[in-house]
């Protein structure tokens, strides 16, 4: 019998929490039509914000790819002086409230900022720009794509590079044609994580960006600018970046099952 | 002719070992685990680098902190046999034997016809498409052989190639193993737990303990070394198998 109750009493809260996540996307779909949605779609705020945040978000995977990868493998593999304080650093845009990273960068890159300042002299200006965007998008997705690129790395066995130097390869060729291969899935999946933490970015992108239609307007922002006049258009671009989430999520679960897969073999 | 004379301090000990074998012999490595044996292979291997003294193959130093030589890895010519066969899990069987090769900027018609002549040598070129981590133990035990010979290597080093396998594969491995490191005439070293290996593979045996060579002798002989016996009535029973 209590075995019983026990059994209700999990079903009943995992029912609540199940209803919690799925009510607000279902009143998504519940409250658009779905002729209001075409007609959105070739809304200019849609079009020029669908883009905008496409263009942004694959610049800045790639550029987190780049910049992340070496970071990745070189906390993965070796110790140094200062390494626990290079890992803070990365996870800490994953905890700092998305405002504070937008002021951060503001304080840092803006007309009067640190580094800003220096370029304003040159004539160049990077607040309030589309390079504003792609640069707070890269604040705030590094962490995603740097923690499960180093575990990716991790997970390789080290025995794979040592065959592969006794073989007659050298680091970069090891690391290219072994362990790059192998934690792939890994990286893949971390950049997807990256790509949909930049998609979804708000905070930072108002500050250091502001909110210029066609320019700085990613689909979040369009949201929050659409939604004031009219709700159709607002709930358009919520539907696409619903949908988008559902594909990212969909991905990243294969994959991350196809990296276990190879670990476990 | 192989030469070492390394010191290295690990965690728990001082690795203290002077050992040389000849062209062709093949010495085996005994000893409980933990007590350096892999560490001595990854040493020759350039995988891990001593505190002092020297590796020599045939005067040619690979290793020698007097003159801080230190011959990366991929220069040293060294066929190794990993405990876990560190098969390329990405790649197909045909694949990871070639990689030696294709390191080397080989021709693709070089390549193809050095890796067809040792799958075909080794019973594998019907499975050559087939994926590293799909094949059986005893496949892939061949596989990284044949990966590790395919280069042509000066020194041969097994880290207990057999330990994988079931015991009737084992039997059938070790006169294989045997022929194969014969042929090759290289300086071979083979660590391994399991005292029928010493005695079937070997031309000589070293016992180590902590870091330090306490026994050694003809691989035959093995079987009368007191502390062989010692370890194998001790606590440590389960170390070594005869």
Redesign the interface.
Known sequence: MRDIALKAGIALVICLTMAFIALPIASLFLKSSPDAVLRSMNDPAVKDALRLSITTSTLTTLIVILMGTPVAYVNARFSYFGKEMVDSLIDLPVIMPPAVAGIALLMAFGRMGIVGQHLNTFGLSIAFTTLAVIMAQVFVSSPFYIRQARTSFEDV?L??E?????????RI?AFF??TL??A?NGLISGAIMAFARSLGEFGATIMFAGNFQGRTQTMPLAIYTTMQGDLDVALCLALILVAISFLIIALVKNLTHRMYK?VR? | MLEIDVKKKLRDFDLELNIKISRGEILMLVGENGCGKTTLL?MI???IEPDEGTIALDGRPLFDSSIEIDI?????R???V???Y?L???MSVYENVA??LR??NLSRREIELLVRDHLTDTGLWEIRNARA?KISGGQKQRVALA??LI?EPDILLLDEPLSSLDIRKQAEMRKDLREKLRSYGVPSIMVTHDLRDVACIGDRACLMERGKIVEAGRAEGVMSWASIHAEIDGEDRGSLII
Do not use: C, K, W
């Not at chain 1, 040592?162 to 050298?170: I, Q, S, V």
């Open positions: 066995d025995s794979f040592n065959a592969a130097r006794t073989l007659g390869a050298t060729y044609h072994v291969p192998i792939m190879n073999n | 990854n291997a350039g995988l990366a890895p991929e220069r040293r060294i066929g190794y990993f405990q876990s560190a390329f899990p990405h990689f030696g390191t080397r981590m990966r590790a280069i």
